[in-house]
């Protein structure tokens, strides 16, 4: 309790190096939270579509059921193929209707004749969706393949950048806020240099004199660790409604308060062994 | 209880502090240090709390031989040693109440309970009605009170005072002194550094005076006796060494017999 007061006090004595220190480990924090977010998210968007890997094909207006459903067999014979789903004019309607049902507009503008019947094809293998798709381009009933192998692949290369980014900026803003606190820490040190020279004649140990110092050093982590979370927080709220919408069925599982908590769960606990450090450094090098 | 055997400090810069000098210092005891300014006093105080260490020979304080302590076990010493600094070394930031209650927390001593002995303390050196003042708030005698009550707090067997009375007033200086010998007379060994001769000359005390480093003159009679202890201590390390020597010898004589059996 002694140390907690005796950190607390300098802290507060010198508001302006513990805002610099906590200011850092904020940003940290909040590139570390970003990061997170982003990688988890993607990753999720990604096996979801590797989960299922889909082609639609969409047929023209003058294809019969009869040809539909020999592309159909014709894909079935190559064994590749998990599921294939018909979906008439008249579903491929009611799914649109279901997802403008707030817009009339679009609603009035659209009939099932307009629609296109298709085939949603799933394959065991993300690979074999290529096969699947040239098999649907060769058919002269099929307009259109949409395939999601090329949006999967770009995502993919994506992330692997924004996770490489990521890491190496959060390495380099841990470093430096590793030294910033030290420096902060050793200043302040330097400036108890007689208070702390009169407490070793008066038989302090070296722990009393370190330990006030080192919780000195957590709690700006702790701090700016919390800081760092509850912005990603506020925007995580602020985006939620826009990513639940335009993600649709993926339920993302960075926006759910048991991801969140354990977020700030593993930073906090990020932030006291970076605080740790800092200051241990900075008790090494002034306090001999 | 305090022994110096042929203790030499002398500065990185070349300069001796203390030349040989040994003396011996009886628990109870009221010492004088005296001598002029750059004689050793203030080194040889600090040489007693291990502040420094010395360059040559051994200091002893009761059984423990301080030159070999180990730094950890400083505070400890520290423990056993009050001391009244020159500069007084007060936290100008807290109450003498916080200053003397200071070491006592480092020790993780029951507040309540260290809080009571401050108060004990306070009213031993007669500050009592100060105790929630800051020290830049008292004069120079009550704050040389303030540093003997802090120096006490754990009722320690040895009392260093490095020119108390320095700035002080006769009056006062006076009263100063009262105040170490009635801690004396409860049974704490005072060592006092003054160049206070007005002091020293009037009290029939044990005066040690030492000049460039060296023991020019000790007055009392426990001198002899001292010189006899250390005497008797080099002749027992020198007994030492001869029986190393013997052991040695003989170890070797074995080898031999050994070998030529």
């Keep these: 309790m002694k140390v907690a007061n005796t950190a607390w006090k300098n802290i507060r004595r010198s508001p302006y190096q513990a805002l610099a220190a906590v200011l850092i480990m904020m940003l940290t924090f909040l590139v570390v939270s970003l990061f997170t977010m982003i990688v988890v998210s993607s990753s999720q968007i990604i096996s979801y579509f590797e989960s299922s890997p889909k082609v639609t094909a969409f047929f023209k207006e003058d294809a019969k059921q009869q040809n539909i459903d020999g592309v159909a067999d014709s894909l079935k014979a190559t064994g590749k193929v998990s599921s294939i789903k018909f979906v008439s004019k008249e579903e491929a309607f009611k799914r649109y209707s279901s997802w403008n049902k707030n817009n009339p507009i679009l609603l009035d503008l659209v009939n099932s004749e307009v629609l296109p019947p298709s085939l949603e094809i799933s394959t065991y293998k993300i690979e074999d969706l290529d096969t699947v798709a040239k098999v649907l381009k060769e058919s002269p009933y099929v307009s259109d393949v949409v395939f999601l192998k090329d949006v999967v692949s770009t995502l993919i290369s994506w992330t692997d950048a924004v996770r490489k980014i990521g890491l190496a900026l959060v390495v380099v803003l841990a470093v430096v806020s590793i030294f910033i606190m030290t420096t902060i820490i050793g200043f302040k040190i330097s400036q108890k240099k007689d208070e702390i020279e009169i407490m070793r004649l008066l038989s302090a140990t070296n722990w009393y004199i370190r330990w006030p110092f080192l919780l000195e050093g957590m709690l700006y982590g702790v701090i700016g660790a919390v800081l760092g979370w509850l912005f990603t927080f506020g925007l995580t709220l602020y985006a939620r409604p826009y990513l639940t919408s335009f993600m649709r069925e993926i339920q993302l599982v960075t926006v759910s308060p048991a991801f969140l908590l354990a977020l700030l769960a593993i930073e906090v606990g990020l932030a006291i062994i970076l605080g740790a450090i800092a200051s241990f450094m900075a008790v090494l090098r002034y306090l001999k | ?261």
């Design chain 2, 1 to 261: 209880m305090i022994r110096l055997l042929e203790v030499t400090k002398t500065y990185g810069t070349g300069t001796s502090a203390l030349a040989d000098v040994s003396l011996s210092i009886e628990k109870g005891e009221f010492v004088f240090l005296v001598g002029p300014s750059g004689s050793g006093k203030t080194t040889l105080l600090r040489l007693l709390i291990k502040d420094m260490i010395p360059t040559r020979g051994t200091i002893a304080m009761g059984n423990i031989d301080i030159t070999d302590l180990p730094a950890k076990k400083i505070p400890d010493l520290r423990k056993h040693i009050g001391v009244v600094f020159q500069d007084l070394k007060m936290l100008m930031d807290r109450t003498i109440s916080e200053n003397i209650l200071l070491p006592l927390e480092m020790t993780g001593m029951d507040q309540e309970e260290a809080e009571q002995k401050v108060e004990h303390i306070l009213k031993q050196v007669g500050i009592e009605e100060h105790r929630h003042k800051f020290p830049i708030q008292l004069s120079g005698g009550e704050l040389q009170r303030a540093a003997i009550a802090r120096a006490l707090v754990f009722s320690p067997e040895v009392l260093l005072a490095d020119e108390p009375t320095g700035n002080l007033d006769s009056t006062t200086s006076w009263e100063i002194v009262k105040l170490l010998q009635d801690i004396n007379k409860l049974g704490t060994t005072v060592i006092m550094a003054t160049h206070n001769l007005e002091i020293v000359n009037s009290l029939d005390k044990r005066i040690v005076e030492l000049e460039k480093g060296k023991i020019v003159k000790d007055n009392k009679k426990v001198k002899s006796l001292n010189e006899k202890d250390i005497h008797s201590e080099k002749k027992a390390a020198s007994h030492h060494e001869e029986l190393k020597h013997v052991d040695q010898k003989e170890d070797g004589n074995e080898d031999q017999e050994e070998e030529t059996k």
